[in-house]
């Protein structure tokens, strides 16, 4: 048995970065890319209006407040799309729209709620300062400038921002394939009823969904019996695929045969069993190069499991900021007994308030306004009362 640092460490040792793909901008949502990604231009690449008003000199308007208003004549219109053809000089005003480019001689936009316009003439009544109500020409991103950090998910935001900027493709880490292998006698297809002594293998939907979640591409291999030849069958194929996950037969009963039938197909064992409760029946080798993790069965050990190291795995060979578990501190309202001598992952229902987070022991599915997460209970410490303050991994 291994340390749960330890553990962690043979799976980055042994695994190293995917390769990268190129691929269109429309296609890159939810991917990261392999390289920071810097702007090909300004953006905006002009001056323009922020709102709907009137371009002016800001000098013109100072003088403008309450009464006393300063009178401009308008000279023409500016429309977003067109570049203005006039100049302005002093005292005059261009009727400008939203994205609309800023004329020559324009310094400031007034708002079309501060003025009084009729025909040519315009009264402005208050004064704006240079710049205001005008973006500037590369004031969200300069030609050159990092937009995008390596390994940071692209979103719908960004794809937008990246689009705007004139980004047509992008370089991104190409999806490890993970193998999904369940295996067990008494496990059916989701969907299916089960006969008498068998239950549905619910842990196939959850792993296939943390593995797209998390940056893979799932391959369903379907269900194992309970046999050293068949698992090992499987196994084989498996090991074409990026990564493999079995899930079941990892214990030590009389038909937990997971680790006999990797051993038989030449498998080379990293560890086998982590200092963490549930869970610590994991283990983890190499099949001709690919990584296989073997999890208990059970769903929310599995869950864990996956969390934890398989999720570590994943940000190795597919860098992206969602590889890390984001913990925080929160605050038990009610008590929490784990495991002497280990690791404890209790899963427990957060919900975050006015002054912090707040957990409560829980095995079933949170209500709308807080989530599912793990609390973390480190060697030496087995119980948590009621107002203690204790890490969670909000998974």
């Known amino acids: 048995m291994v340390s749960e640092s330890t553990a962690l460490k043979s799976i980055r040792d ?12 429309h296609r890159a949502l939810g991917r990261a890319p392999t390289t920071d990604i810097r702007a090909p231009d300004d953006f905006p690449p002009f001056a323009c209006s922020f709102f709907d008003g009137y371009a002016v000199r800001a000098v013109d308007v100072r003088g403008a407040a309450g009464a006393d208003k300063v009178e401009l004549r308008v ?12 100049s302005l000089k002093k005292e005059q005003a261009l009727r400008i729209m939203t994205g609309a480019p800023l004329p020559s001689g324009a310094d400031a936009v007034v708002k079309q709620e501060d003025v009084e316009a009729e025909g040519e003439k315009l009264l402005v009544k208050h004064p704006v300062k240079k710049g205001e109500g005008v973006r500037v020409k590369g004031e969200e991103a300069k030609r050159g400038e990092k937009v995008l950090s390596r390994g940071a998910v692209i979103g719908p935001e960004e794809m937008g921002f990246l689009a705007s900027l004139g980004v047509g493709k992008v370089e991104v880490y190409a999806r490890p394939r993970v193998a999904l292998i369940m295996i067990g006698d008494e496990l059916v297809a989701p969907g299916r009823k089960p006969p008498p002594g068998k239950i549905r293998a619910g842990n196939a939907l959850m792993l296939r969904s943390l593995v797209l979640k998390y940056g893979g591409m799932p391959w369903d291999m379907g269900i194992v019996p309970d046999s050293e030849e068949r698992i090992a069958r499987a196994m084989r194929r498996a090991s074409e695929a990026d990564m493999a996950i079995t899930a079941g037969g990892s214990g030590g009963g009389i038909h937990d045969l997971t680790a006999e039938a990797f051993t038989s197909v030449n498998g080379r064992s990293i560890f086998q069993e982590v200092s963490i409760w549930p869970g610590g029946t994991l283990s983890f080798g190499l099949l001709k190069g690919t990584p296989f993790f073997m999890l208990p069965g059970g769903p929310r050990t599995g869950s864990i499991c996956f969390h934890i190291f398989v999720r570590e795995a994943l940000g190795v060979m597919c860098p992206s900021e969602r590889s890390f578990n984001l913990r925080v501190k929160a605050t038990m309202l009610n ?14 229902n957060v919900r975050k308030g006015k002054k912090g987070y707040y957990a409560t022991r829980s095995h079933a599915l949170p209500p709308p306004d807080e989530r599912s997460a793990l609390a973390v209970l480190p060697p030496g410490r087995d119980r948590v009362r009621r107002g203690d303050e204790v890490e969670i991994v909000l998974a």
């Open 335 to 348: 008590t929490l007994r784990g495991r002497a001598g280990v690791t404890n992952y209790l899963q427990v």
């Open 75 to 86: 000279v023409g219109t500016a429309v977003a799309g067109e570049t203005p053809r006039v």
């Open 14 to 25: 042994n695994l190293k970065p995917g390769p990268g793909e190129t691929v269109p901008l």
